[in-house]
């Protein structure tokens, strides 16, 4: 459960310490319409190109994109593409970069070959010498990168097997910060992953992890072999990245959490897994729960897969993307008594989202019921507000009440971001609604027992949870109205 408005404003104060492989990615985009007359090839015509910082320079590019500081360490080769590095890195106002260089070896660069009409790639080239840096520049490297690692909230790994993230240097790392109490993520590359012994989290895709634990990719599986893997890695959580079929968490706690993709037309997948760690890293640091910093990494990817290139995601793209319906005007979220949410329901439980509920009067909106929506939202994918009718206000808070008629009600939560759907009710409890529903995550205030929630033993009997959220004290519609009108409350 999180606030997302909290977390949004807390990830620009955070520092990552991001050391990995470093490469310059290069796309050149055309139409293909024939074949080379010279071998049975096709022929691009190319239209433009375009260049960007790629691996784990994409993490960084990702970090800073979020408003957050990178403090970035990397290995680049004496040649034009470190130089090109070079200077694009220090055109990023918020990453501070600390390159080695290695003369004895290429900067890793790949060019990419893609045809614009069908937004397909046809070929990649690589210029690359993917071995482990030379015991000098091994030293240097770790020189470098130990005196960074108080200064940072967090540190990432970002393993592409390039040659930086030799055993040593990650080990020389790991245990710098763990001495100094940083979490370290990684993304790995390497199948033993008994070198990232002491990370608090490893982040394989479903490939590098089956290839790691010898397992096939369902979820018992992974559970299983993540177990296993958390014990030779020494580790507090293993995470699967699973492209189309989301992310599955997996806790040494023995907790499994799972989250499926997000909906979107896929474009270009080139980096999302940095885009991942990026969030990951940013959300942990400030202080995120697991299933929260899952969240925020699984909508920034399906942001980034739908773009072209090695791409970043904004703030605003990750706000629309986690509250898709803040930009809906107020009456396609509004669903009037006895109406019909089978349509929302199904499209959401066919696409695997978890539905919360919550419920209330709302006469007057003020501090309290903003706090516990926003609450609401961060446990769930989809909040649905219940909202009584003016009847049923009525009968509850007696004469005079509501102060507004429901439909006003109802558009000033349906303005927030975030709710999804407000729900119109006529009887005195949400009780046939909540049936309905069938929520996972059912909210309300502290000031409520969860023997008092009405529907609880409805959302539990399906597996679904109660969570109460601590109210905020001197906040009360009847106060204000009672103020309003010059009586005491």
């Known amino acids: 459960m999180f606030d997302f408005e909290a977390l949004s404003q807390a990830i620009p104060n955070q520092t990552v310490l991001c050391v990995g492989d470093l490469m310059l990615d290069?796309?050149?985009?055309?139409?293909?319409?024939?074949?080379?007359?010279?071998?049975?090839?096709?022929?691009?015509?190319?239209?433009?190109?375009?260049?960007?910082?790629?691996?784990?320079?994409?993490?960084?590019?990702?970090?800073?994109?979020?408003?957050?500081?990178?403090?970035?360490?990397?290995?680049?080769?004496?040649?034009?593409?470190?130089?090109?590095?070079?200077t694009d890195l220090a055109r990023e106002s918020l990453i501070e970069a600390v390159l080695v260089s290695d003369p004895s070896r290429p900067t890793t660069r790949k060019v990419r070959f893609v045809s614009e009409h069908f937004s397909t790639h046809m070929l990649r080239a690589d210029w690359e010498q993917a071995v482990p840096a030379p015991a000098d520049v091994e030293q240097r490297l770790i020189d470098a990168i130990l005196p960074l690692v108080p200064r940072a909230d967090i540190v990432l790994l970002s393993d592409y097997a390039k040659g930086v993230l030799t055993a040593r240097v990650i080990r020389n790392i790991i245990d710098a910060a763990k001495k100094l109490g940083k979490r370290v993520i990684v993304d790995p590359k390497?199948?033993?992953?008994?070198?990232?012994?002491?990370?608090?989290?490893?982040?394989?895709?479903?490939?590098?992890?089956?290839?790691?634990?010898?397992?096939?990719?369902?979820?018992?599986?992974?559970?299983?072999?993540?177990?296993?893997?958390?014990?030779?890695?020494?580790?507090?959580?293993?995470?699967?990245?699973?492209?189309e079929h989301g992310m599955t968490l997996v806790l040494r706690s023995g907790e499994t959490i799972h989250v499926p993709a997000l909906p979107v037309k896929v474009r270009d997948v080139s980096g999302a897994g940095d885009t991942v760690a990026?969030?990951?890293?940013?959300?942990?640091?400030?202080?995120?729960?697991?299933?929260?910093?899952?969240?925020?990494?699984?909508?920034?990817?399906?942001?980034?897969?739908?773009?072209?290139?090695?791409?970043?995601?904004?703030?605003?793209?990750?706000?629309?993307?986690?509250?898709?319906?803040?930009?809906?005007?107020?009456?396609?979220?509004?669903?009037?008594?006895?109406?019909?949410?089978?349509?929302?329901?199904?499209?959401?439980?066919?696409q695997g989202l978890r539905i919360g509920f919550t419920n209330g009067c709302f006469d007057i909106l003020h501090p309290g019921h903003v706090k516990v929506l926003t609450a609401a939202r961060g446990a769930c994918d989809r909040l649905i507000v219940g909202l009584n009718s003016d009847a049923s206000v009525k009968r509850l808070k007696g004469e005079g009440r509501p102060v507004q008629d429901e439909r006003a009600r109802a558009e000033v939560l349906a303005a927030l971001e975030a709710v999804d759907l407000v729900a119109i009710f006529a009887e005195d409890t949400p009780i046939d609604l909540i049936t309905r529903v069938r929520p996972s995550v059912l909210v309300k205030g502290g000031d409520y027992t969860r023997e008092q929630v009405v529907g609880h033993e409805i959302v539990e009997a399906t597996g679904g949870e109660v969570v109460l959220v601590d109210i905020l004290p001197g906040h009360s519609t009847t106060s204000l109205v009672g103020r309003a009108r010059g009586g005491k409350a």
């Not at 960084?60 to 090109?84: H, P, Q, T, Y």
């Not at 559970?223 to 492209?243: F, Y």
């Open 26 to 86: 290069e796309f050149v985009y055309g139409d293909v319409s024939r074949v080379s007359p010279e071998a049975p090839a096709p022929v691009i015509a190319v239209q433009r190109s375009e260049t960007n910082v790629g691996g784990a320079g994409n993490v960084a590019r990702n970090i800073a994109s979020l408003g957050a500081r990178c403090i970035f360490a990397g290995l680049i080769g004496e040649d034009e593409a470190g130089a090109k590095l070079k």
């Open 190 to 243: 390497s199948a033993n992953l008994a070198i990232y012994r002491g990370a608090t989290l490893l982040t394989p895709n479903r490939r590098e992890f089956a290839a790691a634990t010898r397992s096939r990719d369902t979820d018992k599986n992974i559970a299983e072999a993540a177990q296993d893997a958390m014990h030779l890695a020494d580790c507090e959580a293993i995470l699967v990245k699973q492209s």
């Open 278 to 350: 990026a969030l990951l890293a940013l959300t942990l640091a400030a202080e995120a729960d697991w299933e929260t910093a899952m969240r925020m990494a699984n909508a920034a990817a399906a942001v980034v897969v739908g773009k072209k290139g090695t791409a970043t995601v904004t703030p605003a793209e990750l706000r629309r993307k986690i509250l898709p319906h803040a930009s809906l005007a107020a009456e396609e979220k509004i669903v009037p008594a006895g109406g019909d949410l089978a349509v929302h329901l199904a499209e959401w439980r066919r």
